[in-house]
C-alpha cells in the first residue's frame, strides 16, 4: 500500500511499537485518542509481539513473568515480561517499588489488564483500524501481518516504519504486502526522536479517528 490510500477514519489507532517513539509521534499528530497496551513498553523483537496477537494477549504482565533488569538514571526499574521479552521502563518508580518486591505491581497489573481490554475490544468492534510500528525486517512484518489477520475481524492497515542511516529523506517501499505500508525514514538517532517530526506529519496527515456514535 501508499501512503495515500491508508487516509481517511479508523475506529482505533494502536501504537505496536519497538518503543515510545511510536506513542509519542501518534500523540504528536492528534491520533492517539487513548493508550494501548505496548505504548510505553519496549518490545525489540516483533516475532514476539506477532506472538501476542495470536493469543491474545493472553498472560500479559502476570507477576511471575516480570523480572528486575536493572534501574535507570536512579528513578526507574527496569523490568523484563518474559513471556513476550516486554521491557517496562516507565512503570516502577525506584522510590516506592523494591527492584524485586515491586510493591505498586497490582496497579501496575490493573492498568494493563484495562488497556488490554480495550485493545481486545477494538480488535474485536473496530470496522477499520490502523496499527503502527517501528522496526522489524520484512519477513517479520508480513508474520506481523499474518497475526493481525487472526487478530482484528474486520479492516485495518498496518503502518511500518523503519529507519535506515542511508536515507535522506522518506521513501515508500514497494512490498507488496495486502495491508500493508511500509515507509523508510532517516535513521541518526537525533532524527529518530526529535528531527523526523515534519515526516511524521506527513504520514500522518489525512488520517483521523472516528469517534463511535452512542444511542
Known sequence: M???EIKGEYDGIF???YLCLTAIQLERNGLRPYAGPLDWLASYTLPDVSRLLRNRCE???ARDHLHYEGTFADTHHLIRETAYNLILNHDFFAHDNDPHRLER???VKSKYDYL???FLERAANGRRLLFVRCGGSREEVEELRDALDGFVAHDYVLLHVCESAAAKTLKENDWALARVCAVE???EHDAVWTG???LWHYMLSGISYRVPQTD
Open 15 to 17: 501504537s505496536l511499537g
Open 116 to 118: 488490554t481490554a480495550r
Open 59 to 61: 498472560g500479559l504482565m
Open 2 to 4: 501508499r501512503l495515500s
Open 185 to 187: 525514514l532517516p535513521g
Open 196 to 198: 523526523n517530526h515534519r
Open 105 to 107: 505491581y497490582p496497579a
